[in-house]
């Protein structure tokens, strides 16, 4: 009976861990293993009790029969304790053991989501850092392609505007004694020609100003050499002083247009060349200037005055073929908004040059108030323009007042020459009037003007030197006073070698402030703004080159040393006014905007 019950109660503890081990199939594996162990010691405890038990029913057995109830009543109590911890095992092992749902539930939750996770990691992920585009702009890129071939296209052609507006201006010297002669004109009336070509230059110099800040500087600089060689050519046709003065006042019109060549030419320039290259432009005026006295030379002579002006015209009509090899500027591209056709430009420059774009894309802010006056009488600006229009009228006053001067002394023989021959002792006069209007250069005469030309050039040196060194403001004071003491110097009785070498070196001085003031006026501005900049005080300086003639050509008759004094006075003036500047533009980056 004993061992039946213990094969019985190892029977349901087999049952037990059976049952056990199926419920634990669902759980997770870990559980699994945990739960089977656990299940096995029960189970094996569960053998060792029935075990005990058999061993203590056959001691039970030898004892008397009168102790058989006591060991029933042990047993009995001992099965239901038995029972009872199976009973409480079951019930900690269903409390403890999670449900399937729970624990797939539980695992859902915990287990990090691939996405999240992943987007965890980059957020968190170290050494990784957002990194900005690059960009550069203009100036970066002209810097960093640098000086090359285009630079030196761009000089040759750029420079050749030079020679024809050189040969525009400097033909007035050539023809003036050729048309008194011919239509018997006053003094006052042979001034009025070269005031009428400054007066062209002076209402056309604003409006090309703005045209170039509004719609490109290239377009300015082909239209203007068009129109002045268009007008120029009609001038050699015209049939009477009232049409050549009309006439020459659009042949001034274009010439303004001309004048943006020189901000085109600055806007490509790296700025460590544009104190070498921008003075050595005035070598392309000298070569304009020397074509128009050695046509003068040679075929006002035999074929007269008009043959010259015809042939005059030649270098602008090849000029207008050349101008096809500039490209626009690109600075005026990006502050038009016209990014790609800048970045095009450079791509063109690098490539001519065989250097590399600098990394990244161009990126410049939109100027939306391009070609505005007011910029240039804002506070920011306007001592800087005051003080500059007046440095324009002065460099153009002293310099067509030297060139006019020049022609008028050896035309009418006023010098205070002591060793002057026959020819430069007669005072030419009418016998009538006491007026003489045929008075033709002599062969001496056109050699003087070319050597005075000459000295555009010769001091090209000294001018580079003063820009590098001093700085673009000093050098304009220094040169306005050394003008000023060489004006004076003109009155004193000399030989005319003496005189030769005064006119030389008058007209290196007033040539190297205008190299000066060109330069300074294209560095101060910003691009919004530079062209016309430049217009306004072209204008200004035209208004000079109008009144010049009235006293190199008119006041000059009377006085010699009246004449050349309000050049001495104007000159000592500007140098006050230049010290005054509140910029110096030495080194310093174009500026694109306000």
């Given amino acids: 009976m004993m061992c039946k019950s213990n094969i019985k109660e190892m029977c349901l503890n087999s049952a037990f861990a059976v049952f056990s081990f199926f419920s634990l199939q669902k759980c997770n594996d870990s559980i699994l293993v945990a739960g089977t162990f656990l299940l096995l010691s029960r189970l094996a405890k569960a053998y060792s009790f029935a075990l005990t038990n058999t061993h203590r029913q056959i001691s039970i057995s030898t004892i008397p029969v009168s102790m058989g109830s006591v060991g029933r009543q042990r047993r009995s109590s001992m099965k239901t304790q038995l029972v009872s911890a199976i009973q409480l095992e079951e019930v900690e092992m269903e409390v403890n053991n999670p449900h399937q749902e729970v624990n797939s539930l539980y695992q859902e939750i915990n287990k990090p989501h691939q996405e999240v996770n992943s987007l965890y990691q980059e957020i968190n992920k170290p050494h990784q850092e957002v990194k900005e585009p690059q960009t550069y702009s203009v100036e970066e890129a002209v810097e960093t392609i640098g000086f090359g071939r285009f630079h030196i296209l761009l000089f040759i052609i750029m420079g050749s505007a030079s020679i024809a507006e050189a040969m525009e201006i400097m033909l007035l010297a050539v023809v003036s004694p050729e048309i008194r002669c011919e239509w018997h004109l006053d003094d006052w009336e042979v001034a009025l020609v070269s005031t009428m070509v400054f007066a062209g230059f002076m209402v056309c110099g604003v409006l090309s100003g703005y045209v170039a800040d509004r719609y490109g500087r290239w377009k300015v600089v082909f239209g203007g050499s068009l129109w002045a060689a268009y007008f120029s050519l009609l001038t050699s046709f015209s049939p009477s002083y009232g049409w050549f003065i009309f006439l020459r006042l659009m042949v001034g019109c274009g010439v303004a247009g001309c004048s943006q060549g020189f901000v085109l030419k600055t806007e490509f320039i790296p700025a460590s060349y544009r104190s070498y290259l921008l003075p050595l432009a005035s070598i392309f005026w000298m070569v304009g200037s020397m074509l128009i006295i050695l046509l003068g030379m040679t075929v006002v002579p035999t074929l007269g005055w008009r043959w010259m002006i015809r042939l005059s015209v030649i270098p602008s009509v090849i000029l207008l073929l050349l101008f096809q090899l500039i490209p626009e500027s690109a600075r005026y591209n990006v502050s038009a908004g016209n990014v790609q056709a800048a970045v095009e430009t450079l791509q063109r420059i690098a490539r001519m040059n065989r250097a590399s774009m600098p990394p990244g894309s161009l990126v410049e802010p939109v100027v939306k108030d391009r070609g505005s006056w007011r910029l240039l009488v804002s506070p920011a600006f306007r001592r800087t323009s005051l003080l500059l229009w007046y440095s324009w009228f002065v460099a153009s006053f002293s310099y067509y007042g030297s060139v006019l001067s020049s022609s008028e002394l050896l035309e009418k023989n006023l010098l205070c020459v002591t060793d002057a021959d026959a ?106 703004v530079r062209s016309l900049g430049m217009g306004f005080c072209t204008s200004f300086s035209r208004i000079g080159g109008m009144i010049a003639p009235f006293i190199a050509q008119v006041l000059m008759s009377h006085s010699v040393i009246l004449a050349l004094l309000p050049f001495t006075v104007a000159c000592v003036l500007c140098a006050v006014g230049a010290f005054l500047l509140p910029i110096e533009t030495k080194g310093r980056a174009l500026l694109q905007s306000s």
């Fill in 423 to 528: 020819e430069h002792q007669q005072k030419h006069s009418h016998p009538e009037d006491g007026l003489c209007y045929c008075i033709p250069f002599g062969f001496s005469d056109y050699q003087t003007l070319l050597i005075s030309c000459l000295g555009e050039v010769a001091l090209i040196p000294l001018n580079i030197f003063l820009l590098n060194v001093f700085g673009r403001k000093l050098s304009m004071v220094l040169l306005e006073l050394m003008a000023a003491l060489f004006f004076m110097l003109v009155n004193i009785c000399s030989t005319m070698f003496g005189f030769t070498i005064l006119l030389f070196l008058i007209r290196s001085l007033v040539s190297m402030n205008f190299n000066v003031v060109y330069i300074y006026t294209a560095e101060v501005y910003p691009t919004a």
